[in-house]
Nanobody, 126 residues
Framework: QVQLVESGGGLVQGGGSLRLSCAAS????????MGWYRQAPGKQRELAAL???????NYADSVKGRFTISRDNGKKTVYLQMNSLKPEDTAGYYC????????????????????WGQGTQVTVSS
């Protein structure tokens, strides 16, 4: 129904940059807030950044000033530009949409909540 596909992860040296992308696909009529979460080994998943449909953003304190989240509503894509990467940024990064409306043959439209991508690995070496 709705798929989120992340890309852009990889291995980078400390101080380097990466840009993650997450594209939503499906018969989508509207996407609400999009976000990036991350999960390091042995730790809970945590919010890195999110962006509302109006472009308002929120960042975890640990990434403020280094990461920038943006979205292209026409392409149904959210991006995470990560600069000045640190080894502690090493984690699986997961795209999330909190609420999406899709076209539904039977009902006309259907709401789907809390959609996750499969994740992309970011590894920062020291």
């Amino acid at each position: 129904q709705v798929q989120l596909v992340e890309s852009g992860g990889g291995l980078v040296q400390g101080g380097g940059s990466l840009r993650l992308s997450c594209a939503a696909s499906g018969s989508i009529l509207n996407i609400n807030t999009m976000g990036w979460y991350r999960q390091a080994p042995g730790k809970q998943r945590e919010l890195a950044a999110l962006i509302t449909v109006d472009g308002n953003t929120n960042y975890a304190d640990s990434v403020k000033g280094r990461f920038t989240i943006s979205r292209d509503n026409g392409k149904k894509t959210v991006y995470l530009q990560m600069n000045s990467l640190k080894p502690e940024d090493t984690a699986g990064y997961y795209c999330n949409v909190d609420w999406v409306v899709i076209r539904d043959q039977a009902m006309g439209a259907k709401e789907i909540f809390d959609v996750w991508g499969q994740g992309t690995q970011v590894t920062v070496s020291s």
